[in-house]
């Protein structure tokens, strides 16, 4: 065994743990700088910077300052290399205000009332001011975008208003009852003869949702938009003979569906009610059924309700239509997966016929038309021929007293709305009465088809086509409606009908039509 001198072992050990210090340190290499070129404000540079510098580290060692508008390319937060190229854009917002004139509008309204040609000036139109924020962005002195931020109207145009008449020659027509007609919001009445007429309501504002003439033609009951955002209508009634009393605001609001006069009382009305909704289609129908009374002077009040509201089956919060019976003891009902009657003493509802609703793929469900025979016997209607075809509709009559419906026409279209005649005595003294409908161009398309207006016995039989004539265009689907009488000796009960936005009659027997207004902004009708 070898031995060392105490001070040999003390220098091993020192130098051991020297090499050991020195082997657990990393090894040391000079940090070399990278050559970067600046673009920047018209000028370039080159500027020196630790390696693994950020342009936006490049930026800092040349001294430039970039504003938060300002950007770079690259990037601020990439990493150089040798002799990479920065370009510093700068970038800025200005905010400028353009004034711009509104041209007005010129709008034209034709009026019946006014010889064809003569033209009256109603406004004069006024031209409009708005004030527009444009904010633009330029890079280095260039304008790269521009766009419009913010608009404030300092003065609404003025429409220029010129009332145009359009009264056509039409050749007057002797009329028995009093045809009362909506045009633009308001409503006009004529009576003993065509070229008889005059304004009954001129608030402009009646919505066409109710436009009903009492039984026997004295009053009409209608209602009016609402200019409460949260109520979508109001129900009235207005004494139709001149020199008569005021308008009565019946009390009643939102009505969507159904109100009516009640047959053989009097100034008895009939109605149901919605709630508004925010969303399509803006309500959700009660389905309820209650009736008022009311008196010339303005006392109203309210009789037990029928029905209280409900949930008016599937599809139920579109709404429920009625149809009196001529003898007011019952209604008709129609609603998106049943028609059926109404017994106003039990309040009682016996289904007719039941069905699965429609499916539109909208906010909308279809309701079939209904209407009573003259007799009371019969409930007219449409009723899907194929639910699962969903595009075939058929024209029933319904018994109320023996239960099945019975189809008299096939494919008629969804939007057939099947009307009664009054009842006539012939010659061997039946009383007999005839059923006119709308029948689809396309019934396979009857949703936005076009239709004829048909007219046939109660039975169904001798069906034949009144109007228009064979290649003119065809009707919007509407509900028409019956003469209380025919008009004169040889001619038969005439029909009135909204035909390119007109009012027209058409002989039952032999078709023939006459236009009455042309001014083309008339909606609805009704004849009492």
């Not at 080159?46 to 970039?66: C, F, H, M, Q």
């Not at 023939?512 to 008339?522: F, K, Y």
């Amino acid at each position: 065994m070898r031995l060392y001198h105490p001070g040999v072992l003390r220098t091993l050990v020192l130098l051991g743990a020297i090499l050991i210090i020195a082997g657990c340190t990393a090894p040391q290499v000079a940090e070399a700088n990278i050559r970067v070129h600046l673009s920047a404000d018209g000028g370039t540079l080159d500027v020196e910077v630790p390696a693994g510098s950020t342009v936006d580290d490049a930026l800092k060692a040349a001294g430039i300052i970039a504003s938060p508008l300002d950007r770079t390319d690259p990037p601020a937060y990439t990493v150089l290399g040798e002799g990479s190229e920065v370009r510093l854009i700068r970038v800025q917002e200005e905010f400028t205000i353009e004034q711009v004139v509104v041209p007005y509008e010129s709008q034209v309204l034709r009026n019946e009332s006014l010889p064809e040609g003569q033209e009256y000036w109603l406004q004069l139109g006024e031209n409009g001011l708005q004030e527009i924020t444009i904010r633009r962005i330029v890079e280095d002195g260039e304008e790269v975008s521009s766009s419009r931020v913010k608009t404030v109207t300092v003065k609404e145009a003025v429409p220029q208003i010129k009332m145009v008449g359009v009264q056509k020659p039409f050749a007057p027509l002797t009329i028995v009852g009093r045809i009362a007609y909506l045009v633009d919001g308001d409503a006009w009445v004529m009576e003993e003869t065509t070229a008889k007429r005059r304004q009954i309501i001129t608030s402009g504002d009646l919505d066409g949702r109710v436009f009903s003439l009492s039984p026997d033609g004295s009053w009409l009951l209608y209602t009016r938009r609402s200019e409460d955002e949260n109520t979508i209508n109001t129900l009235w009634a207005a004494p139709v003979a001149e020199g008569t009393s005021e308008p009565v605001d019946l009390g009643i609001a939102n009505v969507v569906h159904f109100a009516d006069w009640k047959p053989g009382s009097v100034l008895t009305v009939a109605f149901s009610t919605v709630e508004p909704r925010p969303g399509a289609p803006g309500w959700q129908a009660n389905n309820d059924l209650a009736l008022l009374t009311f008196s010339s002077t303005g006392f109203i009040r309210q009789l037990p309700v029928v029905m209280e509201v409900n949930m008016g089956g599937l599809y139920g919060w579109w709404g429920t239509n009625f149809t009196w019976a001529p003898d007011g003891l019952r209604l008709g009902y129609a609603r998106p997966d049943s028609i059926g009657v109404v017994d106003l003493q039990t309040s009682s509802l016996t289904p007719l016929e039941e069905y699965t609703p429609l499916q539109t793929f909208g906010d909308w469900a279809w309701v079939p038309g209904i209407a009573w025979g003259p007799d009371g016997n019969f409930l007219y209607g449409v009723i899907q021929s194929q639910p699962e075809a969903a595009q075939r509709f058929d024209l029933m009559a319904a018994d109320p007293t023996q239960g099945d419906p019975l189809v008299i026409v096939p494919d008629v279209g969804m939007f057939a709305y099947p009307v009664t005649s009054p009842l006539d005595e012939s010659p061997s003294g039946e009383r007999a009465f005839e059923v006119a409908y709308l029948q689809a161009a396309f019934p396979a398309q009857s949703e936005s088809s076009r239709y004829r207006l048909m007219v046939m016995d109660r039975d169904g039989s001798n069906r034949r086509v009144l109007f228009p004539v064979e290649g003119a265009g065809g009707l919007e689907p509407q509900r028409v409606v019956w003469s209380p009488q025919p008009l004169q000796a040889g001619i038969g009960h005439a029909l009135a009908v909204i035909y390119q936005d007109n009012l027209w009659l058409v002989d039952s027997l032999t078709g023939e039509a006459w236009q009455v207004t042309g001014d083309g902004l008339t909606s609805r009708v009704d004849w009492k």
